[in-house]
């Protein structure tokens, strides 16, 4: 079946520095991967949408200055929080999908923690 | 903008009692609705989603029927079990293409007692 694995799991970094998180699929070619955040008491908002040979787009409010992502083929996709702050603890969502009329494959979530 | 707004916080009931989670959104399009569940620390699993030619779709005991009309996607059970206890997310997506993006409600945390 489909799966798409994030690790890590969990992660605590220090205020200011960054945090690099991974997203695998298994059993698809992921053409297109959804970074989503939830923080505390919020729900699932969406950081960018990114397909294969395509650019990749980001929401408002958030930029690729800040969370920068590499989409390098049908079975990878990674982010990073550039100098992480507070308020980006939270968990970070990789969704993942073949394309044409498939639904979204979720991981269980990178939880980031900001000392 | 698009926007999903669901039955908010913590719903408690008693198992075998039925079960109703709400469901409104906003959208300038005919949009796609979702239910994805999420049990602790797991990931969100689809659990149903709107079809195209109205019919109501159903999965593991759950259904939940689009209303255009009124905007509303709610899901339902007839007999609630304790391992339906989850996180319930509602969700719409505009189009079903490669560059689709779903839209989140805020979560709804059922919890099941006996």
């Known amino acids: 079946g489909a799966l798409v694995y994030q690790y890590p799991r969990r992660t605590i970094c220090k205020s200011g520095t960054s945090m690099r998180m991974e997203c695998q699929a298994v059993?698809?070619?992921?053409?297109?991967v959804a970074w989503y955040r939830q923080s505390p008491q919020k729900t699932f908002e969406l950081i960018a949408l990114s397909t294969v040979n395509s650019a990749i787009k980001y929401e408002q409010n958030f930029t690729q200055e800040k969370f920068p992502i590499s989409h390098p083929n049908l079975s990878f996709s990674s982010m990073t929080v550039l100098n992480a702050y507070l308020e980006d603890r939270g968990l970070y969502l990789c969704?993942?999908?073949?394309?044409?009329?498939?639904?979204?494959?979720f991981g269980s979530g990178t939880r980031l923690l900001v000392i | 903008g698009d926007s999903v707004t669901q039955t908010e916080g913590l719903v408690t009931l008693t198992e075998g009692l039925p079960v109703m989670l709400n469901c409104t959104y906003q959208?300038?399009?005919?949009?796609?609705l979702f239910w994805y569940v999420q049990h602790l620390n797991e990931a969100p699993k689809l659990l149903l989603k709107?079809?195209?030619?109205?019919k109501r779709p159903e999965h593991q005991g759950f259904h939940a029927t689009l209303h255009k009309s009124s905007s509303s996607f709610h899901l339902q059970k007839s007999s609630a079990q304790l391992s339906d206890s989850a996180l319930y997310y509602c969700?719409?997506?505009?189009?079903?293409?490669?560059?689709?993006?779903?839209?989140f409600g805020q979560g709804t945390s059922l919890s099941v007692v006996p």
């Open positions: 969700a719409l997506s505009l189009a079903s293409s490669s560059f689709s993006k779903l839209v």
């Open positions: 959208s300038t399009y005919s949009p796609f």
């Open positions: 059993g698809f070619q992921a053409t297109s």
């Open positions: 969704g993942a999908r073949p394309g044409g009329n498939s639904d979204y494959t």
């Open positions: 709107s079809f195209t030619d109205n």
